[in-house]
């Protein structure tokens, strides 16, 4: 079974990005699982907790959570044309101390949103520069983002727009694709490994 973790971010209950990746974690195939991470319990991120060795229970929890994981997930709003600090924050987290950072090398795709037109351009592009100092493959194409949020649900937060519904299957069969990609090339990497070292 390959993991999917979904990270959002947004803490709001009524939260569009919580709804969109309810309606996203249902278009994965057989043989894939989906989680949603959480992320608003974690403690704002101080260096001196890894620097003395004396990191929150939160941290701990988290990275080990992560480090379950094949696959990433974000999905989310713009917050003044950049990644939500909560994000932002989870992020930082996983990513310390260097040596462990939990996020590398795990294939990540990003799906933006926003109420207005702008879609989270700002946030999407932002995440993938940090993702990038991540060492996490990031879906290119198609970039994902969705304007006029509130328009695309209907009251129980289901996409009801057709159209949107076979983009975000096109979204999720992209990743899918390139996770499968990920996980033969380690394959082959370490059957090499395997062969080299008998
Ligand atoms: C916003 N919002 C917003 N929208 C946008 O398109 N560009 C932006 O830069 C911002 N900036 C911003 C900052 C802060 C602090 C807040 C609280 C909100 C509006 C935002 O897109 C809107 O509230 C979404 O509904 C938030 O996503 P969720 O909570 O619905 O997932």
Redesign the pocket.
């Known amino acids: 079974m390959t993991k999917i973790g979904i990270l959002v971010g947004?803490l709001?209950k009524e939260?569009?990005?919580?709804k969109v990746a309810a309606n996203i974690a249902e278009l994965f195939p057989k043989g894939f699982e989906t989680e949603f991470i959480e992320i608003g319990n974690l403690p704002l991120y101080n260096q001196d907790y890894d620097d003395k060795n004396n990191v929150p229970a939160e941290y701990t929890t988290f990275r080990n959570k992560i480090k379950e994981l094949d696959a990433v997930l974000f999905v989310t709003?713009?917050?003044?044309?950049s990644v939500p600090a909560v994000l932002s924050n989870a992020i930082d987290v996983g990513s310390r101390p260097k040596v462990a950072n939990v996020w590398n090398d795990k294939p990540a795709s990003i799906i933006s949103h926003?109420?207005?037109n702008?879609s989270?351009f700002?946030a999407n592009h932002h995440l993938r520069q940090i993702l990038v100092c991540l060492n996490m493959p990031v879906v290119q194409q198609s970039e994902a983002y969705l304007s006029n949020v509130a328009a695309l649900l209907d009251e129980n937060g289901k996409v009801k727009n057709e159209g949107t519904i076979q983009f975000l299957q096109s979204v999720v069969d992209t990743f899918v694709d390139l996770i499968k990609r990920y996980e033969v090339s380690s394959f082959v990497f370490i059957k090499h490994m395997v062969a080299y070292l008998e």
Do not use: A, C, D
């Open positions: 947004s709001r939260s569009f990005s919580k709003p713009e917050y003044n044309r926003s109420p207005g702008l989270g700002g």
